[in-house]
């Protein structure tokens, strides 16, 4: 069914920012119905404005639509006022680009990337008549593939995705809507075609395990079928693949209204709260002469004035003063921003160089006060080069700068919190020095949430009242003038932390809670904590044990199956590195054997021969 | 990079279909990524953060349709009308059709400063018969005053809306649709929306579709 202007009109005259639901972009792809012989929506379960800021969208869109038989279109979580009125009015969840019903399409493939989006996902489901449980899917319904960092720990969604992507999707994407396309001409049934996707390396097919308990621990996840790997291995591409230098140009503001270019994907520095540091290796790098060729494209296809050099760290990329530099040199009208800002590789010249544009803002991560504590998360920054850092940007024009804490690190003490303060005093005063009253610091502290696949996946999380303490602490010690302060609300951490490591039985507080009203869990003004603490209730899940409880290396991980290239050895020898405060340097200069060369040594081998290099990656 | 501006162009274009739902300020970006496309020399403000001028006038409601928008533009280098056109509608998104370019003397007054009045046409449903209608459009117009009420940070406020509206009147129907159009004032003292006569119509009105159909100047100080 395709839902036309007239039907949509008087609904978009009810809604606010109707933009959001009318497609029409510049660059948008519409490519022929009838003779792709596999369609996908690709959708991100949040709003417009979310979801077109997400690169990963842009770049499976790319992907996806330069295959001749393929079509990808877009679709996102209406607001909560467009929701009602298409109940209303009878009309289902539709995509942007020909505007048809998403249960026409062969695939909804849904990115996920943050946990308080998962309700979202439901309400897309149930918008587009599919029913919420895979089990409850019947043939002609699209098949519901999820992707992004949510699928390295796929256990909470488990029984709403029939199929799962594991990893960097550019490649296996494309191998899986081929193998769909090939099975539609077959007249695979979807049981069928679900137990062949499994055989693709990097694909998930929870329908084909069974968790088994004993007591709240799970035990295990067994195969079901012999064609169900063990083992899934998440997927990596070789080498970047290609800028996409037509992306789509969105009407209305969104987020992240730029055009960016990711210079590099992943990090080496092994912050070991880090979840991307981990799961994002090996360390890819874009060439400059690719990154100023990309540059050059977007101009002149998007029009955009607004440019992001992304990367897991920004100022870590080999030429990141040139790229800086040639680019602002060429186009000094150009508001050129670098995302994720390492503070010890961040330079007087680099700050030199984006003082010459329009000025966008710094934003620093110390995470920790104390040197005591970043030697534990293995953040490898010392007090004198944030100190020279800030004094970098302060002398550069700059009077503004955002630094990024995080409470409830594993070992982190009162004093520990009290020396973020000293530390913002002491910058504060050397910013009213340089750049004169009008510095100011705004201070973000974030809750550390144990992640799966880092060192610290087996701690605790932090006790509420104790957190709060050190919340109430860290006001305390701030200066009181000049600074902005941040902090992450309790009940968003809490959720967060409960489907980080959520096993399959999480499934059901999701959909309890989603049933009882649970919507946008991740915005402010509609999460309703209270509904989560009750379908926890519901559904038997001590969420509070389940989250403060602090795991054994003996214990078997809901994630056990999904294998990301780092070993668990290396994961279990930096966390008792941490506790004892031992660094582990920078890995381009010193391997730590993590085990990502091991596990992609054919990948390495192609990605050498794609670069002509002997050391492609970022590994020595 | 600052510069001076060598020449200025005036630009009419038209807004149909999704681009119909950007607001102002979205417009003026949209306008901006187009521009730059098209590869078109703006002139550059100075200043810590330089942007290009543009001047808009009588900004569209979100969800009206137009055949008649204004867009001044400054340039850094002298271009040719025509070429520009052909560049700029190569660059138009859905939506956005360029009808014409032409060039304004640097010092003429902003396209908002001179404009008289805006006209409309509305499509809309009512369940009252045409007569009906052209009866209630008639008694607005003998009317001295027709007072509504604004409400303005939650206070509501009377306002008379007559002496706003230069002309109004029913054309026929168009399907199911009932087809109105009016002439509106604008001052720089104070305009009246479309919605705000249908609303005085008392028409009961649904699926209201809204088209500008044209601007007009003072056309002594136009140019």
């Known amino acids: ?620 | 990079m600052s510069s001076q501006p060598l020449q200025r162009l005036r630009v009419i274009y038209g807004v149909a279909g999704a681009l119909s739902y950007t607001s102002v300020l979205e417009m003026g970006r949209v306008w901006e990524r187009l521009l730059r496309r098209a590869g078109v020399p703006l002139a550059y403000s100075q200043g810590f953060n330089p942007h290009p001028r543009l001047q808009f006038a009588a900004a569209l409601a979100t969800g009206y349709t137009s055949d008649c928008e204004v867009l001044d533009i400054w340039l850094a280098e002298r271009r040719e009308s025509a070429p520009l056109l052909a560049a700029l509608a190569a660059e138009a998104l859905d939506g956005l059709t360029i009808h014409t370019v032409e060039e304004v003397p640097l010092d003429s007054p902003s396209p908002q400063a001179t404009l008289q009045s805006l006209s409309y046409r509305m499509h809309l449903r009512s369940p009252r018969r045409h007569d009906e209608i052209t009866a209630a459009i008639e008694r607005l117009l003998a009317s001295d005053e027709v007072i509504i009420e604004r409400v303005r940070k939650g206070l509501a406020k009377p306002f008379d809306l007559r002496p706003l509206v230069l002309a109004l009147g029913y054309i026929g129907r168009s399907g199911e649709d009932h087809v109105l159009t009016c002439e509106l004032a604008f001052h720089t003292s104070g305009s009246v929306r479309p919605e705000e006569v249908l609303g005085a119509l008392d028409l009961d009105a649904s699926a209201v579709h809204i088209h500008r159909t044209a601007l007009r100047w003072d056309a002594k100080e136009t140019k």
């Open chain 1, 1 to 620: 069914m395709m839902i036309t202007q007239a039907q949509l009109e008087p609904l978009l005259a009810r809604v606010q920012k109707p933009g959001r639901y009318v497609g029409g972009e510049w660059n948008a792809t519409h490519k022929d119905w009838n003779t792709a012989a596999v369609r996908a929506v690709l959708a991100y379960p949040d709003l417009y404005e979310i979801g077109m800021s997400n690169l990963g969208l842009a770049l499976l869109y790319d992907v996806v639509n330069a295959q001749p038989r393929m079509l990808a279109e877009r679709v996102f979580c209406p607001a909560s006022d467009m929701v009602s009125q298409m109940q209303d009015a009878g009309i289902p969840l539709y995509s942007l680009e020909s505007r048809r019903s998403i249960d026409e399409y062969d695939v909804f493939g849904v990115s996920l990337q943050y946990e308080l989006t998962y309700t979202n996902l439901l309400t897309m489901l149930d918008l587009a008549n599919i029913p919420l449980l895979a089990a409850d899917r019947r043939e002609g319904h699209p098949l519901v593939i999820a992707g992004g960092s949510g699928s390295l720990n796929p256990e909470p969604l488990a029984d709403f995705i029939d199929a799962f992507v594991v990893g960097e999707g550019e490649e296996v994407l494309v191998e899986l809507l081929k193998r769909i396309a090939a099975g539609k001409q077959h007249g695979l049934e979807r049981r069928g075609l679900l137990d062949s996707l499994a055989s693709i390396e990097g694909v998930y097919i929870p329908s084909l395990y069974q968790p088994r308990y004993e007591g709240d621990v799970q035990m295990a996840l067994e195969a079901l079928n012999p064609a169900a790997p063990a083992v899934i291995r998440k997927r990596i591409v070789p080498t970047l693949p290609p800028v996409p230098t037509a992306p789509i140009v969105p009407t209305i503001e969104v987020i992240h209204d730029r055009a960016a270019i990711e210079i590099s994907r992943g990090c080496s520095r092994g912050c070991r709260f880090c979840q991307a540091g981990m799961i994002y290796r090996p360390i890819r790098e874009r060439s400059a002469d690719e990154v100023l060729q990309a540059v050059e494209a977007l101009i002149a296809n998007t029009g955009h004035q607004e440019f992001a050099l992304v990367s897991l760290s920004s100022s870590d990329h080999s030429h990141i003063q040139t790229l800086v530099e040639t680019i602002m040199l060429r186009h000094p009208n150009l508001a050129l921003s670098l995302p994720s800002l390492r503070i010890d590789s961040f330079s007087v010249g680099l700050a030199q160089a984006l003082s010459r544009g329009r000025k966008t803002g710094f934003t620093f991560a110390p995470e920790a006060g104390s040197q005591r504590l970043r030697d534990v998360i293995n953040k490898g920054v010392g007090e004198a080069d944030l100190m020279r850092t800030a004094e970098a940007v302060f002398s550069q024009g700059w009077h503004k700068i955002k630094l990024y804490f995080m409470l409830g690190l594993p070992t982190e003490t009162d004093e520990d919190v009290r020396e973020i303060g000293r530390l913002v005093t002491e910058l504060l005063a050397m910013g009213r020095r340089i750049a004169g009253v009008r510095t100011e610091i705004n201070i973000t502290a974030s809750t550390f949430v144990p992640k799966p696949h880092t060192p610290f996946q087996w701690e605790p999380l932090i006790d509420r009242e104790v957190l709060e303490e050190r919340q109430a602490l860290l006001r305390q010690s701030l200066p009181k003038r000049n600074i902005k302060f941040s902090w992450s609300d309790w009940d968003a951490t809490w959720l967060e932390a409960l489907f980080s490591r959520g096993d399959r039985r999480m499934r059901r507080v999701i959909l309890r809670a989603w049933q009882l009203g649970a919507r946008y869990d991740a915005w402010q003004e509609h999460f309703q904590p209270d509904l989560w603490h009750q379908a926890a209730q519901d559904c038997g899940v001590d969420a509070d044990a389940f989250n403060h409880r602090r795991r054994g290396f003996e214990e078997h991980l809901p994630w056990e199956h999904i294998d990301v290239g780092v070993s668990r050895r290396f994961l279990q020898r930096e966390y008792a590195r941490s506790l004892t405060g031992e660094l582990s340097r920078d890995c381009r200069e010193e391997c730590h054997s993590c085990g990502i060369l091991a596990a992609y040594a054919s990948e390495l081998d192609q990605a050498r021969g794609q670069m002509s290099a002997e050391r492609p990656w970022g590994c020595p």
